[in-house]
């Protein structure tokens, strides 16, 4: 009986040291785990912020280009009726 009882005793503190070992690894993992949350939130934020500042870039991109493209009706208007003006008074002249 007393035989049976160590070998009994010995795979209960086996089985106690696996566990002692197993909950540090899992620990560890936990730390682990965190640590990478904790940085893929910082790169996501990294990027986020990049992402707002190009939004930002291709707004005023698309209001500098309409502005350009209202300028450049007006001076091709103001230019027609002027070289139209000349015509006309060329001939009222002749």
């Not at 010995?10 to 730390?31: F, M, P, S, W």
């Not at 996501?44 to 707004?59: F, T, Y």
């Amino acid at each position: 009986m007393d035989l049976k009882l160590t070998e009994m005793d010995k795979l209960q503190r086996a089985d106690h040291d696996t566990l002692i070992r197993l909950e540090g690894k899992v620990d560890a993992l936990i730390v682990n785990v965190a640590t990478l949350q904790t940085g893929s939130d910082t790169r996501l934020k990294q990027v986020e912020d990049k992402a707002e500042g190009s939004e930002q870039w291709i707004h005023d991109f698309k209001h500098t280009y309409r502005v350009m493209g209202v300028l450049a009706a007006s001076v091709s208007s103001v230019i027609t009726f002027l070289l139209t003006m000349i015509a006309l008074r060329s001939e009222i002249f002749k």
